[in-house]
């Protein structure tokens, strides 16, 4: 019992940086503020860390980490849709502190629902929503 929850927060911990990835790549060639798109770059950076952290983690179990394409093309069409007609540095910043917002909201969950985990699956979500309030807080200066 105590594997498959440190097993789920890990998915969930590799799930939310995987997708901060997709978004900011999917962002990047909006971005015209060199200064914001200095701090995406660097954030992506941290995001593909952490994500190869949490796949390491899984690869212990013997699991490969799967990438949804119907997740990907969804967060995708949300970026594009969300941009069409408002591609200012406030707005994606706004964009950008909503999904930290959703991660730190989706790791916490997960965490709650698995209370027996290890201490590296713990220490990595805690890490990563750190780091996440973190970017919300630089984030703001572009709004």
Request: aromatic fraction near 8%.
């Amino acid at each position: 019992m105590r594997d498959q929850e440190e097993i789920n927060v890990l998915k969930e911990t590799r799930k939310n940086a995987s997708m901060a990835v997709n978004a900011i790549d999917a962002l990047m060639g909006k971005v015209y503020n060199q200064e914001f798109a200095y701090e995406l770059t660097s954030e992506r950076n941290r995001f593909r860390d952490f994500e190869r952290k949490a796949e390491a983690g899984l690869w212990e179990y013997g699991l490969l980490p799967k990438e949804s394409p119907l997740q990907k093309a969804m967060l995708w069409g949300t970026v594009q849709a969300n941009t069409m007609l408002n591609i200012s540095t406030n707005h994606v910043a706004d964009m950008m502190i909503q999904g930290n917002t959703r991660g730190i909201t989706d790791l916490l969950k997960a965490r709650h629902n698995n209370k027996r985990t290890g201490s590296f699956a713990n220490e990595l979500a805690e890490e990563l929503m750190d780091f996440e309030e973190e970017n919300i807080e630089r984030l703001k200066r572009f709004l």
